[in-house]
């Protein structure tokens, strides 16, 4: 069955790098999205991405963040500059149109 | 503004008991989708049902039912006879996009946690 991978599982980084999370959406799919869920909350809606270009975003995706689908298989969400409050379950999925299929997610730490 | 409340933090049942979670939306738009996931504790959403807003007929997939009322803005969730596996948090979403071509932006609840005990 096809599935959203995500890499890597889990990364640690220092306050104020740049972190790459990696998306592999289901191959057939148009629409993309990131969603955050901080450890204990529930999941939060950040960007979604349609015909190569952001097509909503949340008040929590600001500057410091940034998506970009760099070939035609990998979705990306780059934050420049890591915050501690940063620390949380990154989550990329994936829809034809209809409901978005989830990857495993990328739980971010940054220390 | 779209809103999904589960007022139940956490349920604990015994194996074999059916428990029934339970999810009030918000929202204005007359064309709109409901869903349920499952969050096992390995992290993983998993999706389990869709159901839009002009199909409120029940629905029923092996141990799992959905009653969806307009009526009452409710869209709630039952596990019949529920097992140690069924042990989750379960999160019901409302597709808030404005975009009508596409259901992936979504407004999740707090979800509840499902402790099932043998």
């Known amino acids: 069955e096809p599935e959203v991978t995500q890499t890597p599982s889990h990364q640690v980084t220092q306050m104020g790098q740049e972190v790459i999370l990696r998306c592999v959406p289901i191959?057939?799919?148009?629409?993309f999205y990131w969603y955050r869920q901080i450890l204990g909350q529930k999941v939060e809606f950040l960007v979604s991405f349609y015909n190569n270009e952001i097509s909503e975003k949340s008040e929590i995706f600001d500057d410091q963040f940034s998506v970009e689908r760099p070939d035609g298989s990998n979705f990306t969400l780059k934050i420049r500059s890591t915050k501690l409050e940063d620390s949380a379950m990154y989550f990329c999925?994936?829809?034809?149109?209809?409901?978005?299929?989830f990857g495993q997610g990328t739980r971010l730490t940054v220390v | 503004a779209q809103k999904v409340t589960q007022a139940q933090t956490e349920i604990s049942v015994v194996e074999k008991e059916d428990v029934t979670l339970d999810c009030v939306y918000e929202?204005?738009?007359?064309?709109?989708?409901l869903f349920w996931y499952k969050q096992p504790p390995s992290g993983e959403l998993v999706f389990l049902i869709r159901?839009?807003?002009?199909?409120?007929q029940n629905e029923i997939s092996g141990r799992y039912s959905w009653n969806f009322q307009k009526s009452t803005s409710s869209f709630n969730f039952t596990i019949t006879a529920s097992q140690v596996v069924d042990s989750a948090v379960y999160f019901c979403a409302l597709s808030v996009t404005t975009k009508t071509d596409s259901w992936g932006k979504l407004q999740f609840g707090a979800g509840t946690q499902v402790v099932v005990t043998p």
């Open positions: 929202t204005r738009d007359t064309t709109y989708y």
């Open positions: 191959s057939n799919h148009l629409y």
């Open positions: 159901r839009n807003s002009f199909d409120e």
């Open positions: 999925a994936s829809s034809e149109g209809g409901e978005a299929f």
